[in-house]
């Protein structure tokens, strides 16, 4: 076994890797950028090496410092997580020049299957069933039409060396393709400094399930399971599970037979995942093989036990599987939340900024549901405009898949976080959802379910009743504190939103007695657990217990029970009346005003003072976190004026140019 | 008596109703509260004792004399806020306009020398059109009376206006004496003469709300110190600030139970300040998470965002903050940043409220329009305000503190009481590329010679060490105790006693 090894990853995957090395007793080596020189990563490994700017492209993709890393510290392996070099054969061939081990597959199986082209044309060879499309390079804009006009419309438009997401589009029409193709060779280029670009048909209604496998340097290969991958926005994965809620015992055995068959064919020798495009009707197609361990892997590790881990280093250190096919197990349901800088409110667009306040869930076994938090932040920490967005990958596994969520949508309330946007609200949300609860459930899935947009939900009955109690509560309390509360009135009106309804209040002890005329009943608050100045309200309404998070208003307060928000307001009566006289106040019509939605740097602008607009045209395109977003205009107008120039860097919300 | 009884009821039902059904219709329709509607939100509950109701106007002129309302435009009283006495007036825009007659005046000043006698806060609520000019110079000398209440109790009681509705003209010096100034946005301006007087004297077109809206003063002239989404928000945020302020200068700021552990640790302020020492910050995060339960008033959010003034409690008891804010125009000090942070600093010593400076200053704003804009007058209220206050003055250097704003950000030599630094400081004459520039101007052609240099400078200043060495820094503090460390400071402080010579008054650089 390996005595020292090097991690050429950043965040929470380096945390990860580092924890497993730590178990077996190996020495660990972080590698690391400027900006993560005071990470979490860097402060857990026994030792760091600084190797280039914040710039991916100047340090965790620059093979030769990771090697020199390697050699100045005398590492005997380097594990190279996912992303960044993890794909890169020639990385791994120089590693074997140096004598040092891959913690990967051997680079003729990474050849093989890393490049999607390569990968297709080898699957087809072996006759597994693929989606159709063009197996050749697209040379440009007029190839591309060409091409998507023999498959058929709608097309892909998918980076050759990409993945999770990443340098991927979508074209509906002939119009699209012209419109996206540059902008996809930018973006691949960007990203992983290779600009091919292919074009495969693009199946609708289709889910994403891979299978995990894992082989050894003596020639065995099984795989552990499928993961279900199909809850994704802009084509990138939020929330996964193990195993899938679609796979029958017959399909996942013969998904899996495929799956090793084709890693067997290729000499497969280390952790690999087949991901597959699933119909309605069951049937599925080979899409891709990532020849490295996947994001979403802690759902395999839950579900059967294994670390992976673990099992890549010691496959890459010559030992042979400990185990066959027949021992792998599947026990119970594990679910991942990825934790992104994000704004669900707008597309999903990242955010970046310090975490003034980052505290997750505590892990552990609580009640059956096993907690797992992985993350590579702590408080104060930034997340930066130079890599992937992902705060931390939430995963809770029990008995059962609807335990599993039940405990995900607790841990989800129990996580919080200040600074950067981030899509906490959005998760809630799906995890409580009835179709998603119902496992018929696509790629498409976000999308159809929010059409125009995720806006946060309505409460429901239950929580607009928590969030009267807890308003009234820490009323109370606020006014015991203050001196002034002793005779806590009687009569309230309390709104939760749009909704207003007079109660009639008495406190019995410490609890509160609710009762609510208008519906001829009576709540019950129960167990409060809160203090002034606190950030969660913990209560137990009518024998159920919910957590609330709670931050003061100008007016009230703000609260929010999962996926809900909303201000809420205790008055007296007199007060209520005052705020029925004044009538809402129309928003003010901010159309004409064409604002940034992320930050970023302007890469175009199409636009000059004095020019016409039609609505929907693309007036700006914003660069930021390697993805181009394109600003359009909402309505017809002229450019009155252009506030920005190429090359500024915006903040959200920045006026870029305002109609006229 | 029966009758007599019938008959003060009718007349306070008349006096009520203000100028009838119709204008509190209008005054709802455009998003308005009646006076006292707004006095209701603004006091506790039941707590109002109206004074004057019965007060009409004495003017005959021009057919007033047919026209005559109880209250005559304003309603005056006293009540409580949290229990603590208040007193209020409230203009009445449905009776005249609001506008401004002898008797209308005669009840504000009435309210006024109350407020004194008593000493608690004034409150005034203004929507308004001004004079009554029907009155002619009478009105005038009633907005005289009351600027001079203004004045004398300056100093002596909180005074706080709000402005939520019109206020021009002669209306605007009230406020304009008064402590803090808030607006309601969209529905409240206030100008000295308005749109048809600018067009008429200097050709200029330009709407109330250029002229005067909350966008205007509360963004870019600095005359108002906040603004609010509508009347509500507003007058709850009014009972907030109150809760922060002693009721006059008699008294300490009120104190109350705190459930914030005054030695809580914040170990992510360890990283607040970036490597990078270009880099900006929010120095609010850092106020924040000093302050109990993170709880913070700010004054003027939107005004001068170079620097941070606002009120926090520390383990219970108020304490004005005032910090450079690195995220805007790097925290330097220029005119506005200047005048904005004098004034709050004068409000907390007159009012004996512990004052905590964070300091991340670069220097003062270099420029033309900075000189031609008596930046150095500016400047001089900041360090004279400082140099004056002989409330508790904790300090404390969280990185840059150049040149002459470093003496000015209540430096020990402006009597700190307790002088802190981060070890991230920098105490110097200026940056240490600009000073190596000036001291080696010789080895100007050879730039390694200059790095050389700068480096060497750099490891002289950018620390903190030098200052303390010379006792101008008391301690050097590790980020994550600053909560402790600034609480047990100003526990320390609770029983100092300074004053100042004897004067009639200071002649601050105005």
């Known amino acids: 076994m390996f005595e020292k090894i090097l991690i050429a990853n950043r965040g929470e995957i380096a945390v990860r890797i580092i924890k497993t090395a730590r178990r077996m007793g190996i020495a660990t080596v972080a590698v690391h950028s400027d900006a993560d020189a005071a990470s979490l990563a860097v402060s857990m490994a026994d030792e760091a090496v600084r190797i280039g700017p914040a710039a991916a492209t100047l340090s965790y993709l620059d093979a030769e410092a990771v090697i020199a890393a390697a050699k100045a510290t005398g590492a005997q392996a380097v594990h190279p997580g996912y992303g960044f070099l993890s794909e890169r054969a020639a990385f791994a061939e120089r590693l074997a020049a140096e004598g040092i081990v891959f913690i990967g597959p051997n680079p003729r199986a990474i050849e093989a299957m890393g490049d999607k082209i390569e990968s297709k044309r080898f699957a087809a060879a072996a006759k597994v069933s693929t989606v159709p499309g063009s197996l050749d390079v697209i040379s440009g804009t007029a190839h591309a039409v060409k091409v998507a006009e023999v498959i058929g419309y709608p097309v892909m438009m998918k980076a050759s060396a990409g993945g999770g997401g990443k340098g991927m589009r979508i074209a509906w029409t002939r119009a699209e393709v012209e419109e996206g193709f540059t902008a996809a060779q930018a973006e691949a280029r960007g990203a992983f400094g290779d600009d091919r670009v292919f074009i495969e048909k693009f199946v609708s209604e289709p889910r994403h399930i891979e299978i995990q496998v894992l082989g050894d340097r003596h020639g065995h290969v099984v795989h552990l399971n499928e993961r279900e991958c199909s809850i994704q926005r802009r084509h990138q994965k939020v929330i996964e599970e193990a195993p899938s809620p679609f796979v029958t015992p017959a399909m996942r055995a013969a998904m899996g037979a495929q799956a090793v068959a084709l890693a067997k064919a290729v000499d497969y020798d280390s952790a690999g995942t087949v991901e597959f495009i699933v119909d309605a009707d069951r049937r599925f197609y080979f899409l891709e093989m990532n020849t490295r361990l996947q994001v979403e892997h802690p759902v395999t590790e839950l579900t059967t036990g294994l670390d992976l881990v673990e099992q890549m280093i010691r496959v890459a250190a010559g030992e042979p599987l400990s185990f066959g096919q027949e021992d792998v197990r599947l026990d119970g349901w594990a679910v991942e939340s990825r934790i992104y800088a994000e704004d669900p409110y707008r597309g999903f667009l990242p955010s970046i900024g310090r975490l003034s306040r980052y505290a997750p869930p505590p892990e552990g076994t609580y009640d059956g549901v096993v907690v797992r938090n992985d993350t590579g932040v702590g408080e104060g920490d930034d997340i930066s405009v130079h890599y992937d967005p992902m705060i931390a990958k939430l995963c809770t596994w029990a008995e059962t898949r609807d335990a599993a969520l039940d405990g995900m949508a607790r841990a989800l309330d129990g996580f919080r976080i200040e600074g950067p946007a981030n899509n906490i609200l959005f998760l809630s949300a799906v995890v409580d959802e009835a179709r998603f609860r119902s496992g018929k459930i696509s790629t498409a899935y976000i999308a159809e379910t929010w059409p125009d947009g995720f806006h946060g939900l309505e409460p429901t009955a239950f929580q607009a009743d928590a969030m009267t109690a807890a308003a009234l509560a820490m009323q109370r309390l606020q006014g015991l504190r203050n001196g002034n509360g002793k005779a806590f009135r009687s009569d309230w009106v309390v709104s939760v939103g749009t909704i207003k309804r007079p109660l009639q209040v008495r406190v019995d002890g410490a609890a509160l007695e609710i009762a609510i005329p208008g519906e001829r009943r009576t709540l019950r608050l129960d167990g409060i657990d809160w203090r002034p100045g606190g950030a969660l309200f913990r209560g137990v309404l009518d024998g159920k217990a919910f957590g609330a998070s709670v931050a003061p208003a100008a007016e009230g307060f703000q609260i929010r029970m999962r996926a809900a928000t909303a201000r809420v307001l205790a008055l007296s009566p007199r007060s209520s009346e005052l705020h029925e006289r004044l009538p809402p106040r129309k928003p003010k019509d901010r159309s004409n005003r064409l604002v940034s939605p992320m930050p970023g740097v302007i890469v175009a602008l199409h636009v000059v003072p004095g020019q016409a607009v039609k609505a929907g045209e693309t007036v700006a395109v914003i660069e930021a976190m390697k993805m181009q977003n394109m600003v359009r205009a909402e309505r017809d107008g002229t450019a009155a004026t252009v506030d920005v120039a190429v090359g500024d860097s915006v903040a959200a919300d920045q006026v870029l140019a305002t109609l006229a | ?510």
């Open chain 2, 1 to 510: 008596m029966q009758k007599i009884l019938e008959e003060l009821e009718k007349r306070r039902a008349r006096a009520r109703l203000g100028g009838g059904e119709k204008r509190i219709a209008a005054q709802h329709a455009k998003g308005k509260l009646t006076a006292r509607e707004r006095i209701d939100l603004l006091l506790d509950e039941g707590s109002f004792e109206e004074f004057d109701i019965f007060v009409e106007h004495r003017a005959h002129d021009f057919g007033m004399a047919d026209q005559r309302i109880p209250g005559d435009g304003v309603v005056t009283g006293w009540g409580t806020i949290g229990g603590r006495t208040v007193f209020v007036f409230s203009k009445d825009f449905t009776v005249f306009g609001g506008s401004l007659s002898g008797a209308h005046a005669q009840k504000i000043v009435k309210v006024q020398r109350q407020a004194m006698k008593v000493g608690a806060p004034l409150i005034g609520l203004f929507d308004a059109g001004g004079a009554r000019i029907q009155e002619g110079v009478e009105s005038l000398a009633g907005y005289a009376d009351i600027f001079l209440e203004n004045t004398l109790a300056s100093g002596v009681i909180p005074q706080i206006s709000v402005i939520m509705g019109p206020c021009a003209g002669g209306d605007v010096y009230s406020p304009a004496i008064t402590d803090f100034i808030f607006m309601v946005r969209d529905t409240s301006y206030m100008y000295v003469t308005g749109p048809d007087v600018v067009k008429a004297v200097t050709g200029e077109t330009v709407t109330h709300e250029d002229l005067g809206g909350a966008s205007i003063h509360c963004v870019k002239s600095g005359v108002a110190d906040g603004a609010f989404d509508n009347d509500l928000e507003a007058l709850s945020q009014v009972r907030r600030l109150i809760e922060f302020l002693p009721a006059s200068n008699r008294e300490k700021a009120p104190a109350r139970k705190s459930f914030d552990e005054p030695d809580r640790e914040e170990p992510s302020l360890d990283t607040l300040v970036p490597l990078d020492n270009d880099r900006p910050y929010d120095i609010k995060e850092l106020i924040l998470k000093v302050v109990d339960e993170a709880d913070f008033f700010e004054i003027s959010a939107e005004y001068a965002k170079n620097i941070v003034c606002g009120f926090g409690r520390m383990d219970g008891e108020t304490a004005g903050f005032v910090a450079n804010q690195p995220m805007a125009l790097a925290g330097v000090l220029d005119m506005d940043a200047s005048r904005k942070a004098a004034r709050f600093v004068r409000f907390c010593d007159a009012f004996n409220i512990p004052i905590v400076t964070f300091v991340d200053v670069p220097g003062f704003m270099p420029g033309t329009r900075q000189e031609y804009g008596g930046l150095i007058k500016h400047g001089a209220k900041l360090l004279y305000a400082y140099a004056e206050a002989t409330v508790p003055k904790v300090t404390l250097i969280t990185r840059k503190a150049y040149g002459g704003a470093y003496d000015v950000m209540s430096s020990k030599h402006l009597r700190g009481d307790i002088n802190y630094a981060w070890p991230t400081a920098e105490i110097a004459v200026m940056g240490a590329k600009g000073a190596v520039e000036i001291i080696f101007r010789a080895d100007a052609a050879d730039p390694e010679k200059l790095k050389a240099r700068e480096a060497e400078y750099r490891d002289r200043f950018a620390n903190p060490f030098v200052a303390a060495s010379l006792g101008y820094i008391d301690d050097v503090i590790l980020p994550h105790e600053t909560r402790r460390r600034i609480a047990r400071a100003l526990k320390s402080l609770k029983s100092k006693e300074l004053t100042n010579p004897w004067k009639k008054h200071g002649n601050i650089p105005l």
